[in-house]
Each structure stands twice: as C-alpha cells, then as structure tokens.
C-alpha cells in the first residue's frame, strides 16, 4: 500500500514550514533514510529521510508553499503499484473523515482520535491544559501543543512567573570527597547531573576533595531562567561562596566546561587550574539532532537509542542511567527548564556560546580533554588553544571521557592539582 | 472475626465462605446445577454436599428459570439462597426472575419485603469455552437499579464479599472469573466482611489512573510492573464493585493523575468503561484531565472458540502496557 509523505513536526514549536525543494525526482526510486526533500522553519533549513523504500510518486509539495505539520507531499509506492494520485488523496481525505465515526469500534484499539491532515480550527488543548492556562493568565492561542496534532498538553503551559522566581537559588552540590586544601570542583554537562561524576571521582587520591555541583536547572537545582554562561557562572559561584570556598581546581564536562571556562575568570573565586572533558564552547557545530531526541525522547527506547551516542561503547552508559533521567524527567520539571537553556546555548544546531577568549587570557594550568570519537562536540574543535593548554585526545573515546577513559582521566586531574597548588 | 492467615485459592475462599455462612445461618441454602455430589462445573462447592446435606446443598434441574424462581421465592419467605449459575451465560434465561422479580419487588411493595438472594457467576473468556460460554455480561446487571454488582478480583476479596452478599437484605450478583479460581492468595480464618461498595486502590501511581476489576485488575497490576521499568508509574485502582460504582475513589485518582484508562473484557461499546469514563467526564476530575480517557474493552465481537483468537478478543496485559504508555507520554 502507498504510504503517505508528510511533513514531519521538527521541532516542539512548530506548526507549519516552508517546503524547500525535493531531493528526489518524481518515479524515482528511495531507500528508507535517504534524504527525500528539504523544509525551512522559523529556525532552521533541514533535509527530511524517507519513512519508507519504494518509488515516489505524486508530488504535491511546491518549493516556497508554506504548509501545515501533517500536510501530504507525496507517497511513496511499491515497484509494480498502480498509483493515481487524485484517488490516493481522495482515499485519505475519506479515510480522515470516516475515522472518527467508525463503528463498530475493533477490539482493544484505544486509538480515539484519528489524525487528521490540518491543524487549522479551534485550538486543540486538554481541560487541564486550559484550566492551568486560565489560572496563569496565559493566552492558550499562543502556546504551541507538544500532543498529537498540536494539541496542547499541561506541560506545554508555562509555569507561573512567582513559581520560577521563588525557585531561584543557590545549587544543590555534594561532596564526593572530603580533604584539607582546595578542591576540585565538578561541573557536568547538559541534561547530566552531578551523580556522573562518581566514578571519576573514585579514582583520584584521597588527598583531594571533590565537590560536585547540579547546574541550574538540572539534577536537585532550581532553575531562575540562568540563561548565559555569565549568569550560570555566577550562580556556580555564589554557590561555592556559600559552600565557603575561595580557591578551586575547575573541572567541567561539555556545557559545565564552558560554564567553568567561564568561572575561571570571575572575580571573587581564585582558580588554581582548570581540565575542560570535552567542553562546549570552542566550535559552531553540535549535534542538533542528538540535542533535540534527547529532548523528545519519552520512552526507554527512544532515549536510550540517544543517549547511546554519548559513548564509544554503546553499553557504557546503561540502562539505569537512562532510567533515571526518565524517571527525573517524570518527577521535576526539569525538561522544561532543559528545553529553554538548550534554546540559548545551542539554538538552531549550533553552539552560541564561545569560550576561546576566556581561555586566551589564562595563566593557570588548564588541560583539555576530548575523545577522538565524540559524535556530539567534534573533537577537532579542540584545536588551535594557546600553546600552553594541553590538548588530551583519546582514542576509542566518545563524549564522555570521564567515565569511558576514568582512570587516565583520573591521573591528569591529579597532575593538574599539583601543577595548581 | 479474622485469625490465622493462610494461602487460599480463589475457589476455595468462596467455599469457606460459603461454609462459613450455612454454618451460621440456617437459613442460608445452596441451588444450582451439579452443585452437589458433582462439586460444581468449577470445583467450587466441592464437599459442601457432604457436610451439609441434600437440603442444603441442592442439585437444580436444567431449567434457570424455575430455578431462580424457586431461589427469589424462598428468599420472599425470609431464607437466604446462594444461587450458582453453571455459567454466567445461562443466567439469561433467568431474566426474568432476576431483573423484574428479585430487582424490583421491595420497591413494588413499599419495602414491606426483602429479596435477600445472591447469584453467584462464573465468567469470561480464556478456558475456550467459546461464543455461549465466555461473555462478560456485567453491564447488563449493572444498569438494573435494585441489584447490587460485584466481581471480586483476590481469594481475600471474593471471601469477605461473598459474606457481605449472603448477609444484604437485597439481591446481588457475584461475578466471579473462571480464570481466578486457581489464583492464590492469603486468606484470614473465620467470619470477615468486605464492603459491596467501595474500590480498592491496588497500586499507587503518578502518572495514570488504570481501572479495571476481576481478571483485568491482575492483568493491570503486572502492567504496572511492565511500565514501572519504563519511568511510567501507573495507579491502579480494582473497581470490586460495579453497582454503585466507588465514584469518590475513581475521580480522586484521576485529579491526582491526570490521565484514565479503563480496562474491562466486556464488549467496549455501552461496557463498565463507558460508564466510569462518562462519570469522569461529569465529575470535578474533568479540569484536570490531561488527555483523553481511553477505554480498553472486549471486541465487538461473540467470543472466539479458537485460543488465538480469544486472547486477541479481549485485553491482555501488553495491550494495556501500550495503551497506558501512550497516554502517560502525551500521545493518546
């Protein structure tokens, strides 16, 4: 049976997009994957893969029409397939309005609202959605519905401004290990927490500390909408201030490795050395779409198939970290608050963020730590630092050196707290 | 009074239950079909013929009607009756005696008379039965007012109820699921009574309310397991009691949840989940629904004789795990 092209939603926000161009000719042969034609969003141009093999068939889509998510573009039919294009979509425009009246209803289906190929009309939004949006004072018609068909669910309406502004505060931090002297102090990276620090920090002598650090918005923190490197750094800082420290061994991972960039050149805290584990900030390129799957992702599957890009080792991660974030995710309304710094940092697929400055002016011992194989910061990026930072690249590593090479890892850390001391 | 606790099955629970109550009552007497020195088509009167007797324990003709007939009649003359249909099926024939008769004739009489009978019904699908031999026709006795509906879905339960039935002043029905009664559980010795009206919160969840009773309820619970590992944390409430429906305890769990979805082998259309899902619709809960309610129910369809297709007639345990994970993940 033919199966339907359709403009994908791409992106949480989005509602329509502007057809750009087929890639593939009409009849001509696609294999699932391929990149089959080309959309342009508020915020980015993207190549969409084909959902099916077969031949293309029918094109409806014109280059520069702007369309809704759902709209059919084409099919995509079997070698010998007979295919008209009028009856195909006169088939689907009669299958979306039978659908719904469809009786007698097939055993077990909950399938309850059959899709429908527009998005116009009254806005499509949850009693709880609505009531939530009535008691905030939100305008439903502005929001955009991360349900089916963009129908607006509890968790697309944003929270009351006093519940953001009371969350402010200062960071939720542990200490992994206690010792006299300046500590090391840990900073992960987007979506992490301080708890992936563990087995890095079990492998440094007990001669040194190592206070670990949820960044705003992560873990057990609170977020108050720190939304620049500067406003993160200085929320770490007036952390570590509280925590009464005056002098620190930085290390950060990816996003932490910019924030500790960062905080390396703030006034009131004296750093004595700095490792960045391959850091953000040093290059335009990140992968866009591990950033937004792992946004979307909602199930055991769908996030463990993106979390498994982390490492070079797909396994390495496990299960139950992957359960974990799940679980997090459920409880707090951290995905929110990931959603909005992942927009600032890292908008339209690439890094806003750029740290080569803060590093050109350092004094201090600083180390960079990248994987050769990391497929979600090019390792290359790491190139081209002063001189007198030490480039680390490990092979068979990905984007998590701390725990895929921790013992090495390990041991430069430690080189660095007695270069710094 | 409730002692010592020890395993039961389902089946058996019904038969302390029931030698429980013609050891205390009297008036308490046993009818149905086989009932005696066959032990019942299930097993589940067993012995009670021989510790009780003939006039106690006592075989019926095939004829459902004139036996339930004889049934109400005595419980107008003030005995009790503990009536075993064969199957649930074949209460139909005894319409008749159960809807207009038993239902209706204390509110006829202006309550000079009690019908104090209960009508015990083993159903549904899954030991191949087939079409007249499987249904799950608790909706039908649901809608008449002046029964009281129940299905208890624990060994604990299907006890405690079955002696809170013999003890009513009205008629209520018991279903009881033939997949059950080789289920175990533990069991406290001795008289207990659980209420005819009120649900039981079987797990405690987050992110879904599942309602679902007898068989379906089990079914649910390990669902819940399966979704657990998922990050989905699933409420499951066991319904017990179909007529009056635990209302309090269904829209609570929905406000706190925000999403429902009811799980029933009755046929789906005009079944107890059609009903439970418009009394959530009506009720406070609606303005925190955060999707749509979903309803999980037998097909449309008479019960398959072939195995394949009876489990693919009715929900199973997989079929909740993906209707309750597309719910809890904003995708129904």
Redesign the interface.
Known sequence: MASEVILPRVDMDMASAKFARWLVGEGERVREGQPLFEIETDKAAMEVEATASGLLRGQRAQPGEVLPVGAVLAWIVGENEAFDPDLQALAGELRALLAPAA??????D?E??APSSSVDGPTRA??????LARERGVELAALAG???QGRI???DVPPPRSEVQSRSGRLNREWLRRSEGAPVVMVHGFGADLNGWRPLAGRLPASIGALAIDLPGHGASPFAAETTLSAMAATVAATLAEEGISAAHLVGHSLGGAVVAALANAANLRTLSLALIAPAGLGPEINAAFLDGFLRA???ESLGAWMRLLTVDPDALGAAMV?TT??R???TGELEAHSRIARAFFPDGAQAIDIRPWLAALTIPAKVIVGVEDRIIPSRQAEGLAGTIALHRFAGVGHMPHLEARGPVGRLIEELVRAGE | MANDTRELTYAEAIREALAIALAADERVFLMGEDIGVYGGAFQVTGDLVDRFGEERVMDTPISELGAAGVAVGAALTGLRPVFEFQFSDFSLLAMEQIVNQAAKLRYMLGGAVNVPVVFRMPTGSGLGGAAQHSQSIEAWFAHVPGLKVVEPSTPYDVKGMLLSAIADPDPVIVFEHKLLYKTKGPVPEGDYRVALDRAALRREGRDLTIVAFGIMALRALEAAETLAQEGVDAEVIDLRCLRPLDREAIVASVKKTTRLLTVYEGVKTLGLGAEISALVAESEAFDYLDAPILRLGGAEAPIPYSPALEKAATPQVEDIVAAARRLAHGRA
């Open positions: 009786t007698p209803t097939p055993a077990n909950a309850t609202f949850t009693p709880l959605a609505r009531r991360s349900g089916p669910q509890a968790n909602r199930s055991v359960k799940l679980r995710r459920a409880e």
